[in-house]
Structures are given as structure tokens and as C-alpha cells.
């Protein structure tokens, strides 16, 4: 269907030959990147199948030669191993017979994959070790002789480590992983990454009813931390004016939202006006121990948020840390696997520390909660209402990094970089 | 850490006290659960001794040793703070939640001579345009104590979800 | 796809653009009006939002200048306000900011509506007052100096009020409300909504498994009232023969189905033979007192049903009243939002009176069932049975109203007139 | 109207009456559920008083105290004559119900001596053609009075339901 | 054939027989609960007599007298057999189960002087990738007797599921 | 979408037109057959609804005339009715009228069908026998006088019997049903209904997750037999090497799995290589008696599962005996329907070795949960991970019957057979 009066980007018909960016422009977003599932299927091609290091798992889940762990990329699924003492591989976990997703246990440890439906066996590479009955039985039957277990692999990602995180890349194209990050990036990356051994304190798992590029925008968009987290100002976590900034990599696909704690701050009466009934007045925490920042980190910053494209965000909030793996599922929702760990060698102390501040974060963390619903009313906002479009001109003359809060700079660099890889 | 808490049942209890501490929980969780379903979140830390400890977490957290919660919480300042925050700070969209806590299982007492038990719970949850869904299904592992006015409280409930996949988030303890 | 020997309707692809209607003849009506997502896309359009007034809420369910209730005009999510003593205000319930749903609760009263998520801000007319850090925070970031506030407003809708029934309207180009609902729907709509203000009593609301238009017809088919309600009959609620009529306004969108109560009425051997079964010979009421009528309307019927298009029924069965709001959800289903009544000044018994009768309808109303199974059953007929078209031949030489039970004309009239505007 | 029907509980009972009466409710509980699980729809009346109000309504109604219900039923005649619709001349496709009671709290007497309790209820209903789905979630808001043999009848009913958006429709009785 | 194991109660307990009954049977049904839980299967056999019937059938068999059943075992072997199944030759993914065992009723004793009972039960299962979902809604029709030590044992249960379309398929009893 | 790097085969659209078969290589299955709608639209016109014989019911399950079964043609919804001694009808379980899918019982008996919307009645061949007040009432409304009942009944399907299973077609052009089925699939049919009355033991119902092919090829590929089932080999039921055919008749879509238990059969240590693990060493079965075969069928095979195209497996699996009724549900699943059953005159005994031997097969049998499972795993392979395709290059210069386990000739045959006929 063509556009009408109601409809002027194409998005009545929602095929991606039909959609067209309102006006070229940036600092408007159009609802059907959030809605088309010609869009999505386009994303899996260019962006996670494309040039992009994918996180996959941390070492750390994988102690041994022979433990796996069930993953994504995307939302293709794919098998991560530990193959030998520094030596990861991610293949795609289908099998090469008939398609078989073959490995079923969220982690494990193997000598060997074997698929149920044929038995075909898999080494913990990945390669094709064994085709039962391969020359028949009795001289009946088998496969031609011409057949060549070497041509029969489930599909390889390159893989690439750094510091006890495992990422993986189907492209021979991509730049090494480092020049991927960017040196912004890398040293936001390296100061939880720094080559201290991670230890596993547990998981979460939710189902985001968003789509997956909005959780790269909340990380992006440091205007609405101070007012959606009514928490952060009436806790004095985060307020504006406070030291923060908003580092961005060169090509604008990542960025970290960092800011340093600043227990003196002072809240006036005009900064409350402000933010609109943001900040609760006289509330304090019961427990005040439970925002303390022990120190641990080489960083300015007490607070890092990092979100590296396409489906990787670094959580560094205080002393509670973890990853968030992005599994975008459908145009609608999205799946994010968390990983919270603290180092080996923390004190039983230390370990309860990042506990208790846990509550701060993941799916009924006193932030979280918070974004996660305000996704929700975004996807919902995008699938009810009329076809329309957003608005992201904070901030106006940057692109990328930004050292205020009021800024949707990183937002906007972002999309000039996805559209560019997206051709839309 | 947290399996040290959690400490076993050590003596069984004989059938009479098994029957008069099962009418005791029983009772105790459909206070706490219309507590929770009339979202009088205020009362909630009023079921837990001064010093409880209370997690909500994934089986495979709980099969693996890990101690990571959703909820983590020791000690009444943490579930007074918990509190605070979802009556004055979390945003979230209304909702209706309701429990269905069956399966009450009086254990046993632990070497501190406190009562283990534990119980299945499922809870629904509505949303206001939508259909009444599965919200969560788990196990309660507790430990129970008397205060001094001889009334029970939970010294430590590890909520156990098989529910892997949150829906959305959880705003509410369960 | 193309047509094929069993597919001869273009339904093979469900494209708009191949669908035709069969032999351009109002007398049959194809399956793919009920399951074609791209026609309930044009439907939104060209309907709900094209040149309709929708009923939104009723006065009575917003008592002060503030409180608000969150409606829907098709399945668009918008907020009614009141706004003054006699004003009121329509406004698409999305954020101009990012698009946020942001209004969640079912009704209330506020000053202002705050979208959580950056915390811009509303006042009760919709109108976008106050955007956080609008000028940046310390010089830096805010939103450009040319941003105007007024042109970030959520869409707004023209309303018009009768009687406390409050509609909405997208176009410009609607005809004023009393025009649009013609003199033949206005005399039934001014029975119920006379000025008596009204006391809302409750809230029903049901999930039916059909499309939206077939809640239309089943309103405008009198055919089946005797038949399918076994109670009607039964009861003598409503036999054929009785007085009754078909009332339609000119255009055929609206209808009201009339009857008046006659318990004279005698029903002969040959009458319970035509009725195939759906007459149950001997049974009484014990509560005689139920299907009592209470005399308090100027008009000569008992009971009428008006379909105000595209998305209100009036009810006024006996002395149980209320009004039904259609909420289109997908092509294979609908929301029915009810609001039951009576009127400020009520004596208890009357209350209680129509409490009573409430079981006639609703969710679990006697005669409520029937329909919303029948509805159900014939959009089980056109997903899961192959192809085919519906036939609306009784009454062959009418369109529109009609005074016998034994009709589709008014069926007939309202897909003229839907062809027309849908251009099918 | 339905406020002051529903009068609440004045009076506290001891755990010993509670553990009576919390027994005898759940027998009637389960014996009121295989009734209707069963279809065995005219048996449904007996369960109730012969001056007894019945009502089915949404908790958004419950909460603004709003009269009306889905079910909304006093006096026998009422009872008997759903019945009679249902068993004669309601269509509607087969199903299957399966109900849930549990979290039965046994509240106390109210001023006129009566007993008052509640539970959580869910209904899962299953179309021959289809899967088991969640039908209702709720809960009864009861008064039980005794029969002159002795036996508890329901003076007083209130199923509150969270799940506002009902599918479908709702064919029996909760 | 079924129907004849299944005798129906001649004599019907009093209060304070199906008092004591019903907590036993609710402790026993607990346990066997857990037992599937914890997916602890070798355990589950010990749950019934050495020539116990069990069967796992649809509503629609049992209405109509047919006596297939998804799992079908008489005598102890035929449960070791199945078990040994489960745990070495049955290809499946994993998966949590978790039971809901409300409305016990305790119905009487059949004129082998044994104890005839049932219940209502509720299975959600989740898998790793995805929401819980209700896996099967049903009801248990029991015969218990004592075993030598005083403990009971089910001589016979048949679980007779509302939910007619099995979601992909049943690994494990119910 | 055209094809891009990583899609090669049109399936970025999934529709129709742009799709095509790898290489025009049988041994090559591309993912789309399983996953677009568009195929499965047409596979419902150009098969189920095509030239072919589809299962609707056993003879037995209607015992009187007037007994109805709620059956189905590929996933349209079909009355079977008994209406005379050995006649039967299938017709379209959709009312003329208006189209609801009017039979709601799974079974029953009755004398006629009335439509519950406005009670139009079919008797019980499904000619539509009354439209009430077809002329009015009192004059008024009604049909046109040339309203013809004889041209508005239910689509009617041709049915042919054969010792007691009953078999529909719409087509005119179907061959008979033997010649449809061929003398091979009718030798192996014969055995089970060689006209010894049936009786029911009850029905299972699953759907299970993946597109009904699937079940098709499960059946025609005996290389999974003895590699999946663990249980098959553990238990001696089947191993490679022992008597075992892949029956099939000259067009390519029907087969028959058959084999011979052989009590004496060894399993040596190089064939436990070669099954990788499928085997398990040293377990017993505790209850003997419980795989014991009670002869009573003339035929050298102890087991049979026969496919019959397109809807049909009948199972002879030693004393156990039943028939599975495909009906797909959208491309990712099928709902199976099994009806067991054994002999009238059977001993209480044989009805019980029956029941017991019932464990092995259905949702929860110890051969079935296998097959339910890898079928499952093969469609969340097709759905969740890159577009690709299978292999089934087994056994390769055969194509369909062929006398060893160790191939996939069969569904090369079937594939032939279903691209001819659909074109692709
Ligand atoms: S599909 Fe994996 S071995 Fe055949
Ligand atoms: S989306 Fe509403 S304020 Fe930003
Ligand atoms: S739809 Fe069947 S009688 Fe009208
Ligand atoms: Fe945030
Ligand atoms: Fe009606
Ligand atoms: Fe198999």
C-alpha cells in the first residue's frame, strides 16, 4: 500500500523496499526500525552476521577444556567451547545433517557433541567427527563414497578474546577486536577487564517487551537517568551537574555513560523544580552502607555503563558488576541473559557487597525496573498509536561523545552509523 | 553463603507437630500472600524477623551454588529500603498479582532448632489491557522462627523461580 | 499468489491490492474483510481515523475538571480529559517526545500527565508544557533555541459531547455529530442520553474471538435474535412476530434494533416448528420479577440495541443500560469495553432492578453468551475452513431499515457504505 | 448495596476455631469446585442459602465499590434460573474447567454472628480444540452461615476476578 | 477394565477420619510432588504398591469408559521400566515441571476397605529458552492402602487430564 | 528482499515466487519448505485439498447412523457422519449461511446439524434440509422467491472405505482409493484392516512443534531408528543388520518401516561404535512379558509403520496398533490425533498386553517422546538459525523402498513427488 494522508513513511506496507527516513534526518526516528520484521531480518545480515564482534560468554563460564555453553549471536544460536588452555571456538549450533539444534543444556562439559536425531558426532571444535554407518551396513546403504566429513561443519565464527571476554564474528572482515572497540571503548572495557580473573556469581534472565535497539539507546541517552530513576536523585547516586560523561567511540557505536559519585552535592530548590517531580525530598536509605563505592577500580568514575554494539553491555555500577547479553527475539522483544561476577579472591565480605547492591540493577533492580517498563511503554507507544516518529535534538550541535547529561548526541551518532550499514 | 543460611532440617518432626506447624505456615503464607496480592508492600518486612534473609533466584542459580538475587536483602534496614523504593522511586505500570501457594512441606527443625519448610507458589499476574498470565512459578525454602509474642517469622525464604525468562521485571517481591 | 481453482477472491496473498469482491454483490460477503491485516491497516485509516466521531467515554466517568480515563479510537490508545465544566479533551496517548504510551492507569485525576521516561510534561489538555533542562544544565546540551514546545504535542482529536456521551473525531472534514448520526439514530440515542445524568454502575470487559465488524452485524441482523437466543423465546422476551423494527439513518452505518415487550404474545405449534429447535416448550422463570419492565422511557419500544459507528452500542435491554466500546485487536479479535448505567437519582430498588437484569448481558449475560460464541464460531468458520463468502439475501428488495425480524438489509446497507469508504 | 451485604468480620476467631472451620471450609470448597468442574451445574444452588447473593465482578469494580457483576444473583429463584438457562438455553461450544482453591483465610465472625473467610481461586479452562489456558484469577470473599442440619452453606459470595479482560465470555459460574 | 480397579467408596468416612486422612494424603501428595519436581524419578515408584495401576489419561478416555492410557503400568516392573527409560534411553530436552496439588478430597472407603481420594492437580513446565506455560490441569483419582510399616501407598492412580492436547509430549509422569 | 551473501535461496521474503530449490538437488532439502506460510497454502490447495485420499475417520468410531466425528482435511474442518450401513459422508464443517464452523463436539450422534447462528439445519449427509423463515413471517422478509436450498450446502468431499477406514477427497480427479494407495502400501495396509472389525481404545492428541512433513520424513527415514531410540537397540527390539524394509509405492509418497524382532540377534562391539552411545550395555527390561509379540498378524514383519500420504500413519508396532491423524498448524507445527485401537472379540488379555505395550508409542511412549523431541529440535533449527538447508545424500543411487536402514532413498522419493506437485 502506498502512503496516505496518515502514513508518510512508507510504513503501511512495513516492506523495507517501502520505508523511507523522515526527511533524511537525524534527529528523527522513525517507529518502523522498531516495528518491521523486513528490518530485523536485515539487522541479523548486516549487523550481528556482519562486521561486528558479537560477546558470546566470558572465560570464566568455561573453567575446563570441554565445557560449553549454549549462545547466541543475534538470535542465531551457536555453541561456545573452551577448546584448550587459552582457545574458545563458536560454531553455529545446527546440525549439518538436517538442521538439528543439537545442544539443548544451557552450559555443560563434553568430550563430544553428538546429535540425537542421526548420532552425527561433533568434536568440541565443532568439526564433524563421525557419521554413524557412514559406509552403510552389510555393504547396503551409507553415503556416496565422494562424501567428505570436512565439507559437512556446522557454520564457524572467527573468535576473538579479551581479558576473559569471548566474542565471535561470522565476517572475515571485521577489524581485529581492539580497533572494533575503539581506544575509548577499550579503556572503559579494560578497567572491569583487566585481566583479573572473573568469578561467576550468578545469572538473571528477562524478556523485554522492546525492541533490541532500544536497550542500546537507554545506555545511550544520559538525559533520562536523573529523571525516569527518581532513585538516583533522591539517593544522591546521580544528579545533573554531577561530574559524568557520555565517551563515545569514533564510529559512534558504542559509548559508555560514566559518572562519579558525589556524596556533597547539593540539590537546590531550582533543580528540583526542574526535574519535575524527579527527586524525592527528605527520603534517606536505611541502610547506608548499601550505596557505598569501595574502591577497586583505576577510573575516575564510579559508574560505567558501557553498551558495545551489537549486543554487549559492560555493568560496572559501583561494586556490582555483570554483563548483558542482547537476544534480540522478534521485532518486539528482546532477551537479555545477565552475568554477574566479581574477581577471584574477593573477600566473603567483598562477594556480599556486590550482592547487596545487586538489588540495584537487573530485572527487579530499583534502576531496573525502571527501564524496563519505560521500554515497554516505547514498543507499546510504537505498535498502538498512529505510525509516527521520535524526537532526539538534545544537545544539537554534537554528535557522539558529551559531557553533559541533557544530550542525545550519542543517540544520533548511532543512528547516522546504522544507517549507513543498514542502507536505509 | 547463602547455603550456609539455608541449613538443612537435622530432626523430623513427628506427625502432631508436622500437623500443628503446617496450619501454622500455612496460615502464615496466605497472610503474606494477600499481603503481597493487596500490594500492601508496607507490611511485607513485618513477616521477617529483624535479621531475615530473603532472595529471589533463578533454579539454575540455586543448582549451581551461585548467590546472586533478584532480590537480595539482610537485615530489616535493606527490606525497609526495598520497601521505600517501590512506593516512592520505581516507576512501573499497574498491575495485578495473585498467589497460589500450595504444597506446604514442614521439613523439620535445623541444627539451630529452627523450623524448615518449604511450599510451591505460582503467581499470576494481570496487567490492565491484557490477559492474566503466568508471572512466576517456584519453591519457597524457609526457615522459620517465633518472635516473642510467639507469633512465626521467616528468619530466611529463598524463593526459588523455575521461571527462568522474567517477563518484563518483577517490581514486587514474591 | 494468484487465484487459483479454489482461491477466486485474490485471498491467496491477502494483499489489499489483489482482494476483489465477489461479483461486486452486496449479498455476499467475502472472508478476507474479517482476516486481511493489510484491510483492518486501511480500516484504522480510513474509519476510526478517517471521518467517524468514536465514542470515548462518558461524562459520568470523569466528575471533575482533571480526572481522565484511558480510551481508544480503533485501536489507537488516546486519553480523555475533562478540561472544564463542560470541556473535554481528546489526545493520542504518546509522548511527543520518543513515543512513549505513557498514560497506564485505567483512569484518574491529575494536573498534569509526566511521561516517566524524561519526564516531559502535560497539562490536562494535552498540551506539551514543560521539557526538563530544556535549556541545558551549565550552558551545556538542552534542545535547540528554535524548539518550540508547541509543536511537540500528542495528535489531538476533535470531540463533541451529547447527552454525556462523549465522541472523538481525527478529521476535520466530520460532519457535526447530530448530523452524523442522522435523525433515525439521534430520536433512539436521545431516549437513553434524554440529559438525566447518568451514574455509572461498572465495568465489563471481554476478549471476543472475531473481527470487529462482525459485532456490527450481529447487531444489525434481527434474524437471528429468535433463533440463536433460545432464552428470547423461551422467555418470550422476544418472539417473531412481535413488534419490532430495524431502524438505520440514511447513510446504513448506524442501526437500532427495536422491540417492545408483549407478554400476550402466543406462540403456535407452527411458529416452534420454524424455529428449528429454538423454542424450549413449558419452562418457566422462577424470578418472574426479572424480565419485569419498568416503565422510564418516552418510546414505544422495550428494548433497543443501537450501533453508532464504528465503535459504540447502546443498550437498552428492559431496564439494564449501558454502553459497549469496540476495540479492534487484530483482524481475528476485539475488546469490548462495557460501561453500565443507570441514572443519578435511582432509588435502590432500581438499582438493583437493573443489577438484576444484568445477567441478560455482558460476558456472561444470557443472551450475551450466544452472541459472543456465534461471533467466535463464524471467525473460526473463515480462519480454518477454506475461502469462501458469506450470504445476505433475506429481504431481498430492502437496504436499511426494515420492520421485520426476518431481514439482512441493514447488513446490506452498512458494506455499501463500507465499500464506498474502504474502496473495495 | 453490595458493601453493606458483605459485612466484615467484627469478631477474631481462636486458632482453634479456625482450624475447625478453616477444615470444613475447604471441604466445601472442594466439593463446590468438583460440582461445577463436573458440570454438574444443578447441583451448583445447593451450595447457597435459600436468601443468598452471588456476584462475579472485576476487581476494578470491587475497588471503586461498583454494584455490578458479570453473575449478579440474590435469592433461590435467581440460582435456579441461570441454571435453567445454562443446561437449556445457552449455546456455547464445549469446554472443560478445572478450579484451583487455595490461601482459604478464615476472617472471624461479623456482627451478625456469621463466618467470614476468603481464598484465592484460579480457573483454567481448556476448548477441545485447543490448549489449557488461564480462564480466571481471583478471589472469594465469603460468609458462611450453617443450615439446620448443620451443614455450611454460603450466605455470600464475591468472586473478585483480576483477569479484567475475560475471554471469551464466561459460561458458568466461579 | 479400568473402571473395575477403580471401585468407587462405599462407605463414607467421618469429619474427623477425613480430618486425619486428609493430612496424610496431603503430606503424601506433597512429597510425590517433590519427588517429580526434583525430576528425582527413581524415587517415584516407591510411591506405590508392588501391584499398583497407574495410567495418564485424557478426559475424553475416561468419559467414554476407553481405557488406553499415555503411560499405562501395572506392577512394580512395569514402573522400574519406565523409570529405567527416563534415565538412560528417552532423548529429551531439559526441563522444569512443578506440580500444584489443591482440592483433596478424601471420598471414603471402596469395599475392599480402601481409601478412595482425589484432588485437583496443576503441572507448569518451563523450558530454558522460554515462559512457563501450563503443561497439563487434571485430576488424580486415588486408592491408598497401608503398606506393612503403616505408611500409605497408592494401589491406584489414575490422572485423568482436562489439557486433551499434550504440548509436544510428556517425558515424565504426573 | 533479493538474495543476498548469506541468503541464497529467496528466503529473505519467504514468498513463493522468489523461492527456489538448491541446485535442483533431492539430496539437498532447503529450510523454507518447513517455515514459509505461503508453501503452506499451497500445499493445502495442491495436496490435502488436491488429488489426493486424506484420512477423516475409522468406521468404528461411528458406530449407528447419525453418529458424527469433528474431523479434518489438512487443517480445514470437516463433519464424517454415518448415514447409512456402509455409507458415509465427509462435507465442510462450515455453515452456507453466514460460515460458522457449526460442529462443536468432538463426537456424537444426531439427527441433523442446526447451525446455531440462525439454525439452518443439514441432515446428516450435509444437504441443507431447512432455512427458517425462509419465507418470511407474516409476509415480510425472507429469501427471494429463487432462493434455492440445493445451492447452498457445505462443500461436499468424495469418500471411499476400505475395511473400515475412511478416506476423503475433494477432487473429482483422484484415482481409486486402492490404486491411490498401490499394491505395496495396500499389502501393508491389509494386514492391519483386513476387515476384522475394529474397536476403539481411546485417542491421544499432541501438537507437536514443527511443520507436519517433518513426520513424514521421521517415518521414511529408518537410518534415525536405531540411533535416536536408544531404547530400540538397548532392548533388542531393532539394531542395524537385523530384517528390516523401506517399503514404497512407484510414486514415491507412501512407505511402509518394517522389520522383524529377532530375539536372537547380537549386538558386537563394532556396531556399539558405530551407533555412538546409542546403545546401552547391559540393561534388562525388569517386566519381560512386556515386549513379547503375541502373533497375530500374517506377515513376516513384527513391526510396521506405514505413511500414507497425506495425513495417515497407521502404527503396527508388535501388539499395538493405531492410526495418527496429521492436521498442521501453521508452518512451525501439526496437531497429531491417534485413535488406538484393537479387534473386536480381542480376550481381556490381549486388550491389556495392548494397553501395556501402548507405553512404547504416543506423547509419552518411550519411542514416541524420541521422535516428538527431534522433531521439535529440527524446526527450532530451521527457525532459530541461519536460513540453510539438509542433507539426504544416504543410499544413493536408490530412490524410495529399499531393504537397508542405512538410508534416506525414501525421502528423496517424497521430495520428488511433492515438487511435482507443487510446483517448486
Ligand atoms: S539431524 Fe543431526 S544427525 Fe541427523
Ligand atoms: S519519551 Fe516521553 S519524555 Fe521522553
Ligand atoms: S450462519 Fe449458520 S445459520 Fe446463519
Ligand atoms: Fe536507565
Ligand atoms: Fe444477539
Ligand atoms: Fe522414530
Chains 1, 3, 6 share one sequence.
Not at chain 1, 559512534?252 to 525530598?281: C, F, N, P, Q, W
Not at chain 1, 527520603?283 to 568514575?301: A, G, I, K, Q
Request: hydrophobic share 35%; net charge negative.
Amino acid at each position: 500500500m502506498p502512503d496516505t494522508h496518515l502514513i508518510e513513511d512508507g510504513s503501511n506496507s512495513m516492506a523495507i523496499e517501502a520505508l523511507h527516513w523522515p526527511n533524511d534526518d537525524l534527529s528523527r526516528i522513525p517507529d518502523w526500525i522498531y516495528t518491521s520484521e523486513d528490518i530485523l531480518v536485515r539487522e541479523r545480515e548486516r549487523i550481528f552476521l556482519g562486521k561486528c564482534w558479537n560477546f558470546v560468554a566470558l572465560e570464566a563460564e568455561l573453567p575446563d577444556v570441554g565445557c560449553f555453553k549454549r549462545s547466541y549471536v543475534g538470535d542465531v544460536p551457536v555453541i561456545v567451547t573452551r577448546t584448550g588452555d587459552n582457545a574458545f571456538n563458536v560454531f553455529e549450533n545446527r546440525c549439518a545433517h538436517r538442521g538439528v539444534e543439537f545442544c539443548r543444556e544451557l552450559r555443560g562439559k563434553v568430550n563430544e557433541f553428538i546429535c540425537p536425531y542421526h548420532h552425527w558426532t561433533y568434536d568440541v571444535t565443532g568439526e564433524l567427527i563421525a557419521v554413524p554407518f557412514r559406509r552403510g551396513d552389510k555393504g547396503k546403504g551409507g553415503m556416496p563414497k565422494e562424501f567428505d566429513l570436512g565439507e559437512h561443519n556446522p557454520r564457524q565464527f572467527r573468535v576473538s578474546c579479551r581479558h576473559g571476554v569471548i566474542f565471535a564474528t561470522l565476517s572475515d572482515d571485521t577489524e581485529p577486536l581492539e580497533e572494533y572497540l575503539g581506544p575509548e571503548t577499550l579503556e572503559q572495557f579494560d578497567v572491569v577487564f583487566s585481566g583479573r580473573e572473573l568469578k561467576v556469581l550468578g545469572y538473571y534472565r528477562n524478556r523485554l517487551n522492546g525492541n533490541w535497539k532500544l536497550y542500546h539507546e537507554n545506555l545511550k541517552d544520559p538525559y533520562h537517568a536523573t529523571l525516569l530513576h527518581v532513585y538516583l536523585a533522591t539517593f544522591r547516586l546521580m544528579v545533573a551537574g554531577q561530574k559524568s560523561a557520555m565517551i563515545c567511540d569514533e564510529v559512534g557505536r558504542h559509548a559508555t555513560a560514566a559518572s562519579a559519585k558525589d556524596d556533597a552535592i547539593e540539590i537546590g530548590d531550582d533543580l528540583v523544580d526542574e526535574m519535575k517531580g524527579a527527586y524525592r525530598v527528605g527520603m534517606d536509605l536505611n541502610d547506608e552502607d548499601f550505596t557505598r563505592y569501595v574502591p577497586e577500580f583505576d577510573s575516575p568514575w564510579t559508574v560505567t555503563m558501557s553498551t558495545i554494539w551489537p549486543n554487549l553491555i559492560v555493568q560496572r555500577e559501583l561494586n556490582t558488576l555483570g554483563i548483558r547479553h542482547i537476544v534480540p527475539r522478534g521485532p518486539h522483544a528482546l532477551d537479555m541473559y545477565w552475568t554477574m561476577f566479581g574477581y577471584v579472591g574477593d573477600s566473603e565480605e567483598m562477594t556480599k557487597h556486590r550482592m547487596k547492591q545487586g538489588n540495584l540493577m537487573g530485572p527487579s533492580g530499583y534502576l531496573g525496573v525502571d527501564d524496563n517498563e519505560a521500554i515497554k511503554f516505547l514498543q507499546d507507544g510504537f505498535r498502538n498509536s498512529m505510525p509516527g516518529e521520535g524526537v532526539v535534538k538534545l544537545d544539537p550541535d554534537k554528535e557522539g561523545g558529551t559531557d553533559t547529561l541533557i544530550s542525545e548526541a550519542s543517540i544520533r551518532s548511532l543512528y547516522r552509523h546504522y544507517r549507513e550499514v543498514m542502507d536505509i | 553463603m547463602t547455603k550456609e543460611r539455608g541449613r538443612p532440617p537435622v530432626e523430623k518432626f513427628s506427625e502432631d507437630e508436622r500437623r500443628a506447624l503446617r496450619f501454622k505456615i500455612e496460615e502464615f503464607n496466605t497472610e503474606y500472600s494477600a499481603t503481597l496480592d493487596d500490594q500492601d508492600i508496607h507490611r511485607w518486612p513485618s513477616f521477617f524477623t529483624n535479621d531475615a534473609f530473603y532472595r529471589v533466584t533463578a533454579k539454575e542459580n540455586f543448582d549451581q551454588g551461585l548467590p546472586v538475587g533478584l532480590v537480595w536483602l539482610e537485615g530489616r534496614a535493606m527490606f525497609l529500603d526495598r520497601v521505600a523504593a517501590i512506593e516512592n522511586t520505581m516507576v512501573f505500570a499497574p498491575r495485578y498479582l495473585r498467589h497460589y501457594v500450595t504444597n506446604v512441606d514442614v521439613l523439620g527443625f535445623n541444627d539451630a532448632q529452627e523450623i524448615c519448610a518449604k511450599a510451591n507458589y505460582l503467581i499470576v499476574e494481570t496487567l490492565m489491557e491484557d490477559s492474566t498470565k503466568i508471572f512466576q512459578a517456584g519453591i519457597y525454602q524457609d526457615i522459620f522462627v517465633y518472635d516473642e509474642s510467639g507469633c512465626l517469622k521467616l528468619k530466611f525464604r529463598d524463593c526459588i523461580y523455575d521461571s527462568l525468562l522474567i517477563p518484563n521485571d518483577m517490581v514486587f517481591p514474591v
